[in-house]
C-alpha cells in the first residue's frame, strides 16, 4: 500500500517567492497533520485536519501561512511570502485517529535563500 | 505548552550493545509512542502503550509506559549499524495534548 506521499521533496526558493508543499494521505484516514521540522525547535504541530476540516491551526506560524484541505485525498501547505526563517522540513502525516500513530510522508525540504 | 524531555540527547555505542532511552514529562499521558526517524526520511512508529506499567516488544526494541504515566523507556538490545536515527517519544493526552521530544540521537559505531 501507498503510504504518504509529499511533493516536492526539495525545493530551493527566494525570499518572496511563493512556496506550495502538497500531500497525499494514506487513503482511509480521517485525519492528516502538518509538521515543521527545524534542529532548533524539532517537531512542530502546524496544523491538523479531520474529515478534511481544519480542527487546530494554533501552530501556524503567521498570517503568510495557509493549509488547505479540498478532498480526502490532498492537502497544501502554502507559504507566501516565504522568508529564509521559513527553511525546514516539512512534514506531513495522516491517521485513523486524532494523535498517536501517525504515518508520515518522506517530508520536503524547503530552503529559501 | 507541555513539553517532553528526553534523555540521553545523543548516545554513540558499540555494535552489539544494549541501548537504554527514556522520555519524561511533567504531564500525565494516556499514550507514550515511540518513533525511529533515519536521515532524509519521515518519522516511522516503532511501539505504541496505551497503559501504564505496559511492556511492549517489537523485535529487539522494548518500551515500557511508566507507572507514574510521566515517563516512557525504550530499550534496544544487541544494535547494529542500521538501528543508527533519531528516536522520538510522544506524548497524547486523549487528544487534548500532543507532543514529540526532541529526540535522542543513536550512533553506532562498527
Known amino acids: 500500500d501507498a503510504g504518504v506521499i509529499q511533493s516536492p521533496r526539495h525545493e530551493v526558493t527566494e525570499m518572496g517567492q511563493e512556496v506550495t508543499l502538497r500531500c497525499k494521505p494514506i487513503?482511509?484516514?480521517?485525519?492528516l497533520f502538518w509538521y515543521r521540522q527545524t534542529m532548533m525547535r524539532g517537531l512542530e504541530l502546524l496544523i491538523y485536519f479531520n474529515n478534511n476540516v481544519p480542527i487546530d491551526d494554533s501552530g501556524m506560524p503567521e498570517d503568510r501561512f495557509s493549509a488547505k484541505m479540498p478532498n480526502a485525498s490532498f492537502s497544501t501547505l502554502k507559504i507566501q511570502p516565504s522568508e529564509p526563517r521559513d527553511s525546514a522540513v516539512y512534514f506531513c502525516a495522516s491517521s485513523d485517529r486524532a494523535f498517536g500513530e501517525l504515518f508520515f510522508g518522506e517530508g520536503s525540504r524547503l530552503t529559501v535563500l | 505548552g507541555q513539553q517532553l524531555n528526553q534523555s540521553p540527547q545523543s548516545m554513540f555505542i558499540q555494535e552489539g550493545e544494549d541501548v537504554s532511552m527514556n522520555c519524561t514529562s511533567s504531564s500525565i499521558f494516556n499514550t507514550w509512542l515511540w518513533y525511529k526517524q533515519d536521515p532524509g526520511e519521515g518519522p516511522v512508529l516503532l511501539i505504541a502503550?496505551?497503559?501504564?506499567?505496559e511492556l511492549t516488544s517489537n523485535g529487539r526494541l522494548t518500551a515500557q509506559f511508566g507507572i507514574t504515566r510521566k515517563d516512557s523507556f525504550l530499550n534496544i538490545s544487541a544494535s547494529i549499524p542500521s538501528d543508527v536515527g533519531i528516536y522520538f517519544c510522544?506524548?497524547?493526552?486523549?487528544?487534548?495534548?500532543?507532543?514529540f521530544g526532541p529526540g535522542t540521537r543513536l550512533s553506532v559505531l562498527p
Open positions: 502503550l496505551y497503559k501504564a506499567g
Open positions: 487513503s482511509g484516514h480521517d485525519y
Open positions: 510522544a506524548g497524547d493526552n486523549y487528544g487534548q495534548n500532543f507532543v
